[in-house]
């Protein structure tokens, strides 16, 4: 079974500083980690996925998301947050083994940027 | 732009009185997924059809229904709402490829409330 974990329900920094929205998952062999962006009364938006390769994966509006295989984790990460990134972000796995690309999805995690 | 459409954004039914919400796409996507949303907590997968295999989850009740008629539309009926029904429905789409590393796309969801 496949499961993810988003410890932080909220994560406050201020505009111009770092940001990091955590995620860990359990999955057998290797996972399929995606991240998904959720602004107020919209659907969710694809930020960036992790299937193999390059460890730190870069994806839109400047996020970067870290492959830790040791530490089983994949966090969200922006080196300069904006008010703009305020919103719900989900972390999701898939096993690579389900062809119909069945995802579990974190609780989310809100993020709120300060001016 | 390509895009999954969800139609009508909102919807306000009476207790009992069955509901449909649309949703279409112009991605040409084999797989498309219903989820619903309460309160900003995870999205939960209802059903998912690949291509016009339909896979209903263990635990989505018997009162959820879906119709896909043709690759661009589908539906969710819902025979019954209850009150316990009221939250975001998420249309979702993604490209099975056969390695399952293909992102979800997602409609502006559809936001139900029982009366």
């Known amino acids: 079974a496949q499961s993810v974990a988003q410890p932080e329900d909220q994560v406050n920094v201020a505009e111009g500083n770092p940001l990091t929205v955590k995620c860990t998952y359990s999955v057998s062999g290797n996972p399929y980690l995606f991240w998904y962006v959720q602004y107020p009364n919209r659907g969710l938006q694809f930020l960036l996925k992790y299937i193999t390769g390059d460890n730190l994966v870069k994806g839109s509006y400047g996020f970067e998301a870290e492959f830790n295989k040791s530490q089983t984790s994949f966090h969200l990460k922006k080196p300069s947050a904006l008010v703009s990134d305020s919103a719900l972000y989900f972390c999701?796995?898939?096993?690579?083994?389900?062809?119909?690309?069945?995802?579990?999805f974190g609780d989310g995690t809100t993020l709120t940027v300060k001016p | 732009d390509a895009m999954v459409i969800q139609n009508p954004r909102y919807q306000v039914t009476q207790f009992g009185k069955p509901v449909t919400l649309s949703c279409s796409q112009t991605l040409n996507h084999n797989v498309m997924y219903w989820y619903q949303q309460k309160s900003s907590q995870a999205p939960k997968l209802l059903f998912h059809y690949y291509d016009k295999d339909f896979n209903n989850e263990a635990d989505t009740p018997d009162n959820f229904q879906s119709r896909r008629p043709n690759t661009s539309f589908c539906f969710l009926d819902i025979r019954s709402p209850g009150l316990g029904d009221a939250a975001m429905y998420l249309c979702a789409t993604s490209r099975a490829d056969g390695r399952g590393n293909q992102p979800q796309h997602f409609g502006d969801g559809t936001r139900l409330s029982i009366l």
């Open positions: 999701a796995v898939r096993d690579p083994h389900t062809n119909a690309g069945k995802s579990t």
